[in-house]
């Protein structure tokens, strides 16, 4: 992906509404780009930015937490496609908290990680 297609995952990871990150997705989708490259190309990528800015302090956690959720979301989008284009899993893996703990983040985060890797 170009640069400039890169940023309209990074201003939809950062949007606080969910229908920016589905609409584009779905664009990319609908102009036959392949999951892979959606995933890695445009929401990782994205991601990866997020990641930098955090590093550098110029964004903070719960603007993290926001690109996360929307990642989520792009990626939910994407799975009836990797399973369209047959790419393979990599496999299961269970993860949880213990009962009654608010204290979830870290645990969705892994979470999110992992299935995007297992997409891979």
């Given amino acids: 992906m170009k ?9 939809a990871l950062r949007d ?5 990150m589905e609409s584009l997705v779905k664009e990319y989708i ?6 892979i ?3 890695n190309e445009g929401l990782i990528a994205a991601m990866g930015l997020i990641g930098q800015e955090f590093k550098a302090s110029k964004i903070w956690v719960p603007e993290v937490l926001l ?12 799975k009836p496609e990797f399973q ?13 908290t213990v009962k009654g703990d608010i204290h979830d983040i870290g645990k ?3 979470n999110m990680m992992m299935t995007v890797l297992a997409m891979r």
């Fill in 108 to 110: 969705n985060l892994v």
């Fill in 30 to 35: 609908e102009k036959r780009a392949s999951a």
């Fill in 67 to 78: 690109a996360a959720r929307n990642m989520t979301r792009g990626v939910e989008i994407l």
């Fill in 16 to 20: 606080t509404h969910l229908a920016s």
């Fill in 84 to 96: 369209r284009e047959r790419v393979p899993s990599k496999g299961k893996f269970i993860i949880g």
């Fill in 3 to 11: 640069k400039e297609e890169v940023q309209s995952f990074y201003r």
């Fill in 37 to 39: 490259i959606i995933l």
